[in-house]
C-alpha cells in the first residue's frame, strides 16, 4: 500500500470515528447543543465535551440571573446574554490587556449611543465577573439558547482558555 492510499485510508477512518462520536453523543444533548455543533461544525471547529467538573453553561446561568427576568421573551433573554458574554469575556481580557477591554467598552457603548444604561449594566456584569467568578479563566466563544416549555430555556455554551 502506497502512502497516498494509507493516507486516505487514515482519513476515512478519522471519518469514520467522528461519525461514531457523533452518533453516541448527539442523543445526550439538548437541542442548543445540537445547534452549538451544527454552527461550529461548519467553521471546521473541533468541539469537545466537557469533562471538568465547571459547566459554563451553569455558570454563565448564574452570573446572568440578577438581569433576567422571569416574564423576559427568549429575544430579551439572547440580547441580554450578548451582553453578559462580552462583559464574561472583557473582564479575562482586562486582566490581560487594559487597551482589548477598553475596545470592548467602545464597541458595547457603540451599539446603542444614546444609551448610557447599557454601558452601565456592562461595567456592572464586568464588576461582578471579577467579584465573583475570578477564578474562571475561560472565554466563553459561543452559546446557545434555545426556548423550552413554558418560560424555560436551554443554555449551550462553547469556552476556551484565553
Same mark, same amino acid.
Given at each position: 500500500?502506497?502512502?497516498?492510499?494509507? *493516507?486516505?485510508?487514515?482519513?476515512?477512518?478519522?471519518?469514520?470515528?467522528?461519525? =461514531? +462520536?457523533?452518533?453516541?453523543? $448527539?442523543?445526550?444533548?439538548?437541542?442548543?447543543?445540537? =445547534? *452549538?455543533?451544527?454552527? #461550529?461544525?461548519?467553521?471546521?471547529?473541533?468541539?469537545?465535551?466537557?469533562?471538568?467538573? #465547571?459547566?459554563?453553561?451553569?455558570?454563565?446561568?448564574?452570573?446572568?440571573?440578577?438581569?433576567?427576568? /422571569?416574564?423576559?421573551?427568549? /429575544?430579551?433573554?439572547?440580547?441580554?446574554?450578548?451582553?453578559?458574554?462580552?462583559?464574561?469575556?472583557?473582564?479575562?481580557?482586562?486582566?490581560?490587556?487594559?487597551?482589548?477591554?477598553?475596545?470592548?467598552? +467602545?464597541?458595547?457603548?457603540?451599539?446603542?449611543? /444614546?444609551?448610557?444604561?447599557?454601558?452601565?449594566? &456592562?461595567?456592572?456584569?464586568?464588576?461582578?465577573?471579577?467579584?465573583? &467568578?475570578?477564578?474562571?479563566?475561560?472565554?466563553?466563544?459561543? &452559546? $446557545?439558547?434555545?426556548?423550552?416549555?413554558?418560560?424555560?430555556?436551554?443554555?449551550?455554551?462553547?469556552? #476556551? +482558555? *484565553?
Amino acid at each position: 500500500m502506497g502512502k497516498a492510499n494509507k *493516507l486516505k485510508r487514515i482519513r476515512r477512518l478519522n471519518e469514520v470515528r467522528l461519525g =461514531e +462520536q457523533k452518533t453516541l453523543i $448527539e442523543p445526550v444533548l439538548g437541542p442548543a447543543s445540537v =445547534e *452549538l455543533r451544527k454552527r #461550529t461544525d461548519k467553521l471546521g471547529v473541533v468541539v469537545r465535551q466537557n469533562q471538568s467538573e #465547571t459547566k459554563y453553561s451553569e455558570l454563565l446561568k448564574y452570573f446572568m440571573s440578577p438581569i433576567i427576568d /422571569d416574564d423576559d421573551n427568549l /429575544d430579551i433573554v439572547r440580547a441580554k446574554y450578548i451582553v453578559g458574554v462580552a462583559a464574561w469575556n472583557s473582564a479575562i481580557m482586562k486582566e490581560k490587556s487594559k487597551k482589548a477591554y477598553e475596545k470592548a467598552k +467602545q464597541e458595547i457603548a457603540s451599539v446603542m449611543p /444614546d444609551s448610557p444604561e447599557l454601558l452601565l449594566l &456592562f461595567e456592572e456584569m464586568v464588576r461582578r465577573k471579577q467579584d465573583g &467568578f475570578a477564578k474562571y479563566k475561560n472565554i466563553i466563544v459561543d &452559546f $446557545e439558547l434555545q426556548e423550552l416549555k413554558g418560560a424555560h430555556y436551554e443554555l449551550s455554551v462553547a469556552s #476556551t +482558555q *484565553l
